[in-house]
């Protein structure tokens, strides 16, 4: 430390008879030993000196650093547009002044910075990276999946970028090329513990829940301490697996990891609904509304939480808050909420427009046309019977939309 402000004292002491560009660096070079002792302040200080006495593109770069290190983001980014100004070709400056712009939520001069470096060096998959979480950052998803893959097809072995192309392919819904690029990813790192609980979450909305589990469960196998995981598993087990005493075995565990951690209510909710303990269920619904409502700007609660909470009350008929829970279900059905969370045969008895009605039932009939071209199912025509001598058709639906015993125990026998 001695020896460092001797030095200080020295060139300051000297600096009459030197030129300006000598003094630049020698404080260029005091400020590199005092950033490697931790004296940021000081770095800061002597490199900004060298900056104004001769500057020049390396020595504002090196400025940039210093301050993106100590979180002095505006500094930084000042710094890195004067080191592009004094060298337009230079394409780590251009990197470095997204990277930062990024990080202080700037998305699109970020991604014009990383348009600039990739105009110099087409070839860079960091910068096709980078582009891709700026895109991602202005929610631009398709275009964060197009930068992506030319990422991980400039550097195939781009973990980051194979992760982040996983993610962007599934908030476009293009669901079977997300789950090949979370493979690509496993290939090169198997126990890779945020691709397994993606990949899980893809295959759950591949409708193919038990290989949903079986990710989840190896995603906890390598990062037990995942609470996120652990409610998603518990999700799967109390809806389409049908497993309500493991999803409760699943929330009891994460509990202990994780009191505050994620949605335990929800997942007990739905595994006691599942046995049939509707008032214990109406009772952790309604545990899982405060919760969210607390955790809300707004002050009210979630869209699937009103749903679940207005549900499960109706089964026992108890109509506490009744109006004002329909209210923000009907708020949330309009603008697309409540999809995982709303019963569509079970809410047809509740006092619902028939518009609505109808809104809710094609959105669903349209996600689960995704879901058939997703996993290449054959579109099947249904035969339209011939009207009957009355005139009147009759249709019989199951709540879970599917090939029923009681549709075929119910139809008409010829001549009926």
């Given at each position: 430390?001695?020896?460092?402000?001797?030095?200080?004292?020295?060139?300051?002491?000297?600096?009459?008879?030197?030129?300006?560009?000598?003094?630049?660096?020698?404080?260029?070079?005091?400020?590199?030993?005092?950033?490697?002792?931790?004296?940021?302040?000081?770095?800061?200080?002597?490199?900004?000196?060298?900056?104004?006495?001769?500057?020049?593109?390396?020595?504002?770069?090196?400025?940039?650093?210093?301050?993106?290190?100590?979180?002095?983001?505006?500094?930084?980014?000042?710094?890195?547009?004067?080191?592009?100004?004094?060298?337009?070709?230079?394409?780590?400056?251009?990197?470095?002044?997204?990277?930062?712009?990024?990080?202080?939520?700037?998305?699109?001069?970020?991604?014009?910075?990383?348009?600039?470096?990739?105009?110099?060096?087409?070839?860079?998959?960091?910068?096709?990276?980078?582009?891709?979480?700026?895109?991602?950052?202005?929610?631009?998803?398709?275009?964060?999946?197009?930068?992506?893959?030319?990422?991980?097809?400039?550097?195939?072995?781009?973990?980051?970028?194979?992760?982040?192309?996983?993610?962007?392919?599934?908030?476009?819904?293009?669901?079977?090329?997300?789950?090949?690029?979370?493979?690509?990813?496993?290939?090169?790192?198997?126990?890779?513990?945020?691709?397994?609980?993606?990949?899980?979450?893809?295959?759950?909305?591949?409708?193919?829940?038990?290989?949903?589990?079986?990710?989840?469960?190896?995603?906890?196998?390598?990062?037990?301490?995942?609470?996120?995981?652990?409610?998603?598993?518990?999700?799967?087990?109390?809806?389409?697996?049908?497993?309500?005493?493991?999803?409760?075995?699943?929330?009891?565990?994460?509990?202990?990891?994780?009191?505050?951690?994620?949605?335990?209510?929800?997942?007990?909710?739905?595994?006691?609904?599942?046995?049939?303990?509707?008032?214990?269920?109406?009772?952790?619904?309604?545990?899982?509304?405060?919760?969210?409502?607390?955790?809300?700007?707004?002050?009210?609660?979630?869209?699937?939480?009103?749903?679940?909470?207005?549900?499960?009350?109706?089964?026992?008929?108890?109509?506490?808050?009744?109006?004002?829970?329909?209210?923000?279900?009907?708020?949330?059905?309009?603008?697309?909420?409540?999809?995982?969370?709303?019963?569509?045969?079970?809410?047809?008895?509740?006092?619902?427009?028939?518009?609505?009605?109808?809104?809710?039932?094609?959105?669903?009939?349209?996600?689960?046309?995704q879901i058939a071209q997703a996993i290449g199912a054959p579109r099947r025509r249904w035969p339209i019977p011939?009207?009957?001598?009355?005139?009147?058709?009759?249709?019989?639906?199951?709540?879970?939309?599917?090939?029923?015993?009681?549709?075929?125990?119910?139809?008409?026998?010829?001549?009926?």
């Amino acid at each position: 430390m001695r020896d460092v402000e001797a030095a200080q004292a020295c060139l300051e002491a000297t600096s009459q008879w030197q030129s300006a560009t000598t003094q630049a660096d020698h404080w260029q070079r005091l400020g590199s030993v005092q950033s490697a002792l931790g004296r940021h302040s000081a770095a800061a200080l002597s490199l900004g000196r060298a900056s104004r006495l001769d500057p020049n593109s390396d020595r504002l770069h090196a400025l940039g650093v210093l301050f993106e290190a100590t979180g002095a983001l505006p500094r930084a980014a000042r710094a890195y547009a004067l080191a592009v100004r004094l060298n337009p070709g230079s394409v780590r400056s251009y990197f470095a002044l997204g990277f930062v712009l990024g990080r202080a939520q700037r998305g699109q001069q970020a991604r014009s910075a990383f348009g600039a470096a990739l105009t110099l060096d087409p070839t860079d998959a960091r910068s096709y990276r980078a582009l891709g979480l700026a895109d991602t950052l202005l929610k631009r998803h398709a275009s964060a999946a197009t930068a992506l893959h030319h990422a991980v097809r400039l550097q195939p072995t781009f973990g980051d970028a194979w992760f982040e192309l996983g993610i962007a392919l599934q908030q476009t819904a293009e669901l079977p090329a997300a789950l090949r690029a979370y493979r690509a990813l496993l290939v090169l790192s198997p126990r890779n513990a945020p691709a397994l609980a993606n990949r899980g979450t893809v295959l759950r909305e591949l409708a193919r829940p038990a290989e949903a589990a079986a990710s989840y469960t190896a995603a906890l196998a390598a990062a037990p301490a995942f609470p996120e995981v652990l409610n998603n598993l518990g999700l799967v087990a109390a809806q389409e697996l049908a497993q309500p005493d493991r999803a409760l075995r699943l929330v009891a565990a994460g509990r202990k990891l994780a009191p505050r951690g994620a949605d335990w209510a929800t997942v007990e909710g739905l595994a006691l609904t599942r046995m049939q303990r509707y008032t214990e269920a109406a009772t952790a619904f309604g545990h899982a509304a405060r919760v969210s409502r607390g955790s809300s700007l707004t002050g009210r609660p979630s869209a699937d939480a009103a749903c679940q909470l207005l549900l499960a009350r109706k089964r026992i008929a108890d109509w506490r808050s009744a109006e004002a829970l329909l209210g923000l279900a009907v708020d949330a059905l309009r603008s697309g909420g409540c999809d995982r969370s709303w019963d569509k045969l079970y809410g047809l008895a509740l006092p619902l427009d028939p518009p609505l009605l109808r809104m809710v039932a094609e959105r669903y009939a349209q996600r689960k046309e995704q879901i058939a071209q997703a996993i290449g199912a054959p579109r099947r025509r249904w035969p339209i019977p011939v009207a009957s001598r009355c005139g009147m058709r009759v249709g019989y639906m199951s709540a879970d939309i599917r090939w029923h015993v009681m549709a075929f125990l119910t139809q008409a026998r010829d001549g009926a």
